[in-house]
C-alpha cells in the first residue's frame, strides 16, 4: 500500500481530520484494488522511534512487546489464510 500524494511531507505525522477525510476515498479505493488479508497501518505512533520515546524502560518494554505481538498476530493470519 502507499501513502496517497496528498499526504506527504513530516507535516503529516498526525494529519488533520479533514486530511483524513480527503484521503480516505483514496485508501478505500486500494483497498478495493489489492483486497489485502490483513491492513497493517504503521504511522508515526508505531515507528520504532516513537516506541523508544516511551517515558521510562518499564513502559518502553510494555510497548515494545506490545507492537511485536501484533506483529506476530498478523503473521499468524497471513499464515492461517494460506
Avoid at 23 to 50: D, M, Q, Y
Wanted: hydrophobic share 45%; with cysteine; net charge negative.
Amino acid at each position: 500500500m502507499t501513502k496517497p500524494p496528498q499526504a506527504t511531507g513530516a507535516g503529516d505525522l498526525f494529519p488533520l481530520e479533514t486530511t483524513i477525510e480527503a484521503c480516505f476515498p483514496w485508501l478505500e479505493a486500494e483497498i478495493n484494488v489489492v483486497k489485502p488479508r490483513v491492513v497493517v497501518a504503521l504511522g508515526a505512533t508505531a515507528h520504532p522511534s516513537a516506541l523508544l520515546r516511551a517515558p521510562d524502560e518499564e513502559s518502553r518494554g510494555r510497548e515494545i512487546l506490545g507492537f511485536v505481538e501484533d506483529l506476530r498476530q498478523v503473521t499468524r493470519i497471513l499464515r492461517d489464510a494460506r
